[in-house]
Each structure stands twice: as C-alpha cells, then as structure tokens.
C-alpha cells in the first residue's frame, strides 16, 4: 500500500526549530520527486518546498526561503523538512506529497503550532 507518514510536529516559540519526517512506503522513493505543503486554519493549502528524487535540486516558496531546508534519505525513504526561525504565521498542518507520473498520494499531516 503506497503510503506517506509525516511526524516531528508540535508546539515551539518563535524563533525556535522543528524538523519534521515524512516516511514513504509502498513504492520507488528514489525514484520520485517530494514536495512539502501546508494547510493554516482558514486558508488553502499551499507550496512550501520540493526536492527531485536524487536530491541535488531543491526549490521553496518566497515566504519561507532561508528559513527552511528540505532533504532526503533514499537508503530510508525518508524525507524532511529543517524549520528554522519560526514564526506565529508558519503555524500550519505540514503535508508530504508525492505527485509524478500517475502517483499522487498525500499525508496525514503534522500539527507546528507556533506560539509563545
């Protein structure tokens, strides 16, 4: 069963840091490139990072670029996303995303709440 588990979320201070995973199961993970997304209350989800199968390009949204890093482990089908220098209005549902070639599964989600 193809499958996306994310994990790593919670609830930090601003300016603080997360990293959160996101584990793939069910299919060829190097094979396919990843994106991160995420859902604030009351707005549509939105693009927040992406990485090709190999990992040696990355590309992020203007609203978190320098503050977050995106990173793969093909040898685990893993991969994640370094948040850094957090602020109230990244308080989100985070969702992994594989979406090429036929194969569009979503996560659950993880809850980053930021708050003092």
């Known amino acids: 069963q193809v499958q996306l588990v994310e994990s790593g979320g919670g609830l930090v201070q601003p300016g603080g840091s997360l990293r959160l995973s996101c584990g793939a199961f069910?299919?060829?993970?190097?094979?396919?490139?990843m994106t991160w997304w995420r859902q604030a209350p009351g707005k549509q989800r939105e693009f927040v990072a992406a990485?090709?199968?190999?990992?040696?390009?990355?590309s992020y949204a203007n609203s978190i670029k320098g503050r977050f890093t995106i990173s793969r482990d093909n040898t685990k089908n893993m991969v994640y996303l370094q948040l850094k220098s957090l602020i109230p209005d990244d308080t989100a549902v985070y969702y992994c995303?594989?979406?090429?070639?036929?194969?569009?599964?979503w996560g659950q989600g993880t809850q980053v709440t930021v708050s003092s």
């Open positions: 069910g299919f060829a993970f190097s094979d396919y490139a």
């Open positions: 995303k594989v979406d090429e070639r036929g194969l569009t599964v």
């Open positions: 990485i090709t199968n190999g990992g040696g390009d990355t």
